[in-house]
Structure formats: structure tokens, C-alpha cells
């Protein structure tokens, strides 16, 4: 049992955080008051804890076991948590062509190659582990008066892309985002997910670069700052929505 620091600071988790989004948004939280708790499946949400003042647990969203520890770890450390971030990264649908040759706007793979297993894998990554963090920390965000929970989400929900299958399953956790902040918003318990565009660790081709209207790729921190925003008190009035923030890739009027 880790040694009690109760805090009157408010107190976010953050997992995935060892890299990339889900660290800048454990930087961001930080820089704005939060102290953190971090999970991610290496150690390096444990090094990242401990420059930001916080605490670190290696750990799976997959695995109900290591949410429910990380969970009960921050209660009895801290005795409060006021935010969640569930960062869930790729999941199995991912095609092999994404990481070795950047994005390409005319890939043409099958959703039919894609495995029975890889789908249920994706389902347990995206949405039941959204669905199991919920349960954990709601009635504790409900008991405290209020909490925020932030899903990074992706915006190929709303536009579907033919590298990225895996984001119709996405397209489930946004519903599943709707029904619950319809439903405990009346506890002052918030949640919305965030759609980041292609980030500064993407290898974009040309054809893609030429389709971001920005014409370049996000930064993680501004994909953080977003985070942060939507995780703070300035969001108050803000739930059950999903925020793009993909520098106008994204065509569809909403």
C-alpha cells in the first residue's frame, strides 16, 4: 500500500502515458495544477511521474486488474481523483503499412482480412476499458461533487478512413460517451473524448500533408492543451461532446 499524501490539490490519471499524447497531456495537467498518476505498459509512466511530482504504475487498460489497482492506488495516496484521461492507443487493426511507410491517402486494405480476435481485442482497448474506468471512478467523482473524464478518441469516427478500421469501433465509444454523460451530468460528472488529428510522430505523405488544411501535423502539446482544457473547470458546462482538434482534415459540417 503506497504511503498517504492526501492532497487538497485536484489529482488526474493518466493512462497510455508513457509517450507521445498521453505524456504531453500528463505535462499539460501538471503544468496546470493537477497532480498526476500515470499508467502505461512500460516504465516510462513511472520516470515521467516522478519528474512531474506524481505517481507511476506500470499497467494495462486491458487488464480490469491493473485498472482497478492504479485506481485504489490514487485513492489511498491522494484520496481524491478529479479527472481521467483514458489514452488508448492503437489497437491490433492497425496495418502493417502504417508504421513502416506513413500515412497514404489512397491505401486500399480490406476490412474483411481483419481477424474475429483483432475486433474483440479493439472493442476491450477502445470502449470496455472506457466502460471499466467509468465504474470505478464515478461514484468517487460523484461522492467528491463533480470530475472530468477525457477520451482520446480519434476523428476517423466521423470520417471513416481505410487505415484506420479499427475507428468504427471509436464510432461505438462515442455513443457510449453520450449515454453516460447523459446520465451522470446531473452529478456534476463530465465526459467527453478528443479527436486528434496526425501528429508530429506520423510519417505523412505529401498527398496527406496537402490535405490538412494547416498543412502540417499537430504537436503533442497542442493536443495537451485541449486535454488539459477539457479535464479543468474551465469546461464545466461541456459534456458528452467530441472535440476535433485535426488542424480541418476532417470535411463533414457538425
Known amino acids: 500500500m ?5 492532497t487538497d490539490r485536484k489529482v488526474a490519471i493518466v493512462t497510455g502515458a508513457g509517450r507521445g499524447i498521453g505524456a504531453a497531456c500528463a505535462r499539460a495537467l501538471a503544468e496546470r495544477g493537477f497532480t498526476v498518476a500515470l499508467m502505461s505498459p512500460s516504465d516510462r509512466s513511472i520516470r515521467l511521474a516522478e519528474t512531474l ?21 490514487v485513492m489511498a495516496r491522494y484520496g481524491r481523483i478529479d479527472a481521467v484521461v483514458n489514452n488508448m492507443g492503437h489497437g491490433g487493426g492497425l ?15 480490406s476490412v ?7 475486433w474483440h481485442e479493439s472493442l476491450d482497448m477502445y470502449v470496455l476499458s472506457v466502460a471499466a474506468m467509468a465504474r470505478l471512478v464515478t461514484p468517487i467523482m460523484i461522492d467528491q461533487g463533480g470530475g472530468s473524464i477525457v477520451n482520446i478518441s480519434s476523428p476517423n469516427a466521423i470520417e471513416p478512413r481505410q487505415m484506420y478500421p479499427m475507428s468504427a469501433l ?43 488544411p494547416m498543412a502540417r501535423p499537430a504537436a503533442f502539446g497542442e493536443i495537451a492543451s485541449v486535454c488539459a482544457f477539457l479535464a479543468s473547470a474551465e469546461a464545466s458546462y461541456l459534456t458528452g461532446q467530441n472535440i476535433l482538434v485535426d488542424g480541418g482534415v476532417n470535411r463533414a459540417v457538425r
Not at 503506497?2 to 492526501?6: A, H, L, Y
Not at 474483411?112 to 483483432?118: C, G, N, R, T, W
Not at 451530468?185 to 500533408?209: D, T, Y
Request: proline share 5%; aromatic share 8%.
Open 170 to 212: 471509436r464510432g461505438a465509444l462515442h455513443s457510449f460517451t453520450k449515454l453516460y454523460a447523459d446520465r451522470y451530468a446531473r452529478h456534476n460528472v463530465r465526459m467527453n473524448n478528443l479527436l486528434p488529428g496526425f501528429c508530429e510522430n506520423v510519417a505523412l505523405s505529401e498527398r496527406a500533408i496537402r490535405d490538412i
Open 112 to 118: 474483411l482480412d481483419i481477424p474475429d480476435e483483432v
Open 95 to 109: 496495418p502493417e503499412e502504417v508504421p513502416t511507410l506513413g500515412y497514404d491517402a489512397d491505401f486500399e486494405g
Open 53 to 73: 511530482g506524481g505517481y507511476g504504475r506500470q499497467g494495462s487498460v486491458l487488464s480490469r486488474e491493473d485498472l482497478s489497482a492504479l485506481v485504489s492506488d
Open 2 to 6: 503506497p504511503q498517504s499524501t492526501q
